[in-house]
């Protein structure tokens, strides 16, 4: 999933003529399968995996020169590897860091209190922006992770979980523009561990806070913003795209009928790309609390640059209902937005309607 891209410096020309490929997973094999890969007698990782060093080796043309440094291990404290990263970084066009969590810090019965990247890897990444050259960074994990100072700091950040046999040709595809990424965060990605539970569809509260500097007699935080560091349903493309013509067929229905919603999306930028549309709803009032926003449908598109497609979504009584006190799965009258984005955090487009007896 591409969380940053600042400037364009993805994807990347398969032509550069040096990029330095640095960091503790960058020749990994067994750690692209995550906690849950079965370990069968004789397997040989080294065969069955590709390393994210081979892809790029495999996409890259013949004329581009890839360089290697470990930097450090995934944890610990020893620095002893970042002078010959940041000589390495130093002979580069651009600097392609692979960092983040082992395997098997995640899965069963690996909860951790400190969600932070192990050991001092964020420190190598420190010390690899400070050499100037432009830095794209990886970050394998199982779990959202807090990784603060690389997201404010650094211009281009994949995360790219953990990815399996074919890890290195996915990376590599995504890096060097073969795939143009579309993928969504399943989850919100916290600034600190005090935020957490943190979710896009918490219930309102008394005193919500009217901004996100707001702290004073308020729902919200003297010492942080409220938002999460990345919400729920965010994720970049190598293209944008504009939405726009909302239309909702009524603006009252009966339970027994439906609402029917348009809207059209182009791509505004230079090549395809796909974008997940999504349709959330907050019920205003109910006989018990309701979340401020929930998602209720969302379709995967594609788009050839300059494309416009209308998009359908039907909102129906099942889209309204939830568990009242009694658990009765209900629909109860009232009024309802409506509302388009391409995140939760990113709404686009917005409506109401009036659901009746």
Not at 183 to 191: D, H, I, V, Y
Not at 305 to 326: H, M, Q, R
Request: proline share 5%; hydrophobic share 40%.
């Amino acid at each position: 999933m591409l969380l940053k891209n600042e400037k364009n410096i993805l994807p990347l020309s398969k032509d550069i003529k040096t990029i330095a490929f640095i960091g503790p997973l960058v020749k990994e094999y067994k750690q692209n399968m995550g906690f849950w890969a079965v370990e069968l007698p004789g397997l040989d990782y080294d065969k069955q995996v590709v390393s994210q060093w081979e892809g790029v080796q495999n996409k890259v043309g013949s004329s581009t020169k890839l360089l290697y440094a470990k930097g450090c291990e995934i944890d610990g404290n020893n620095k002893g590897g970042f002078e010959e990263a940041i000589a390495v970084a130093n002979q580069a066009d651009v600097v392609i860091l692979s960092i983040g969590e082992r395997a098997d810090m995640s899965g069963e019965a690996k909860s951790r209190s400190n969600l932070r990247l192990p050991g001092v890897q964020e420190d190598l990444i420190k010390a690899i922006q400070a050499t100037g050259k432009p830095v794209v960074v990886l970050i394998n994990a199982g779990r959202p992770l807090i990784f603060n100072w690389t997201a404010d700091n650094i211009p281009a950040i994949l995360y790219t979980w953990w990815l399996g046999s074919e890890a290195g040709n996915a990376i590599a595809d995504v890096l060097f523009g073969d795939y143009n990424p579309a993928g969504k965060l399943p989850m919100s990605f916290p600034r600190e561990e005090g935020q957490i539970p943190i979710f896009y569809n918490h219930f309102n509260t008394g005193r919500p806070a009217p901004n996100e500097t707001a702290s004073n007699y308020v729902s919200a935080y003297t010492d942080l913003k409220n938002s999460p560091k990345f919400p729920f349903g965010y994720g970049l493309s190598y293209t944008t795209f504009e939405y726009s013509n909302l239309k909702l067929s009524k603006n009252k229905i009966k339970s027994t009928e439906e609402i029917t919603v348009t809207l059209n999306v182009t791509n505004s930028g230079k090549v395809a790309g796909e974008e997940v549309v999504q349709l959330y709803l907050r019920d205003k009032v109910g006989s018990v609390v309701r979340p401020i926003i929930e998602l209720k449908d969302f379709q995967k598109i594609k788009l050839n640059a300059g494309e416009t497609k209308t998009i359908k979504f039907v909102i129906n009584k099942e889209k309204l209902s939830f568990y009242n006190a009694n658990l009765q799965w209900v629909a109860e009258p009232g009024d309802f937005d409506v509302m388009i984005g391409s995140s939760s955090a990113d709404i686009r487009l917005k409506g109401a309607f009036e659901l009746m007896n």
